[in-house]
Nanobody, 117 residues
Framework: VQLQASGGGLVQAGGSLRLSCAAS????????MSWYRQAPGKQREFIAS???????NYADSVKGRFTISGDNAKNTVYLQVDSLKFEDTAVYYC????????????WGQGTLVTVSS
């Protein structure tokens, strides 16, 4: 099983990026794909999630600016990040978790988003 995160980069404040997380070797069924981020010197924090049924959830800090979506056929989840702020600078990680049998919890390698002020 592999989660491949991509799409990070350097962007000016107010700009946008689209992050992708492609899952291979596993079917996105009865599971939740989430995005987390970790800024330098801070703990990893939850950003957004989407279930295999399409239900979404967001952290208050990104509501209205970030949008999570999924393509089950491609086993890929996207995070559209708009109106970026300097404090959004972090490594963004995707996570795939299933709480029913078979239980699993996988992390991607992370993609760096740097917002310049």
């Amino acid at each position: 099983v592999q989660l491949q995160a991509s799409g990070g980069g350097l962007v000016q404040a107010g700009g946008s990026l689209r992050l992708s997380c492609a899952a291979s070797g596993i079917t996105f069924s009865a599971a939740v794909m989430s995005w987390y981020r970790q800024a330098p010197g801070k703990q990893r924090e939850f950003i957004a999630s989407i279930s295999s049924g399409g239900s979404t959830n967001y952290a208050d800090s990104v509501k209205g600016r970030f949008t999570i979506s999924g393509d089950n056929a491609k086993n890929t989840v996207y995070l559209q990040v708009d109106s970026l702020k300097f404090e959004d600078t972090a490594v963004y990680y995707c996570n795939l978790k299933r709480r029913v049998t078979p239980v699993y919890n996988y992390w991607g390698q992370g993609t760096l988003v740097t917002v310049s002020s």
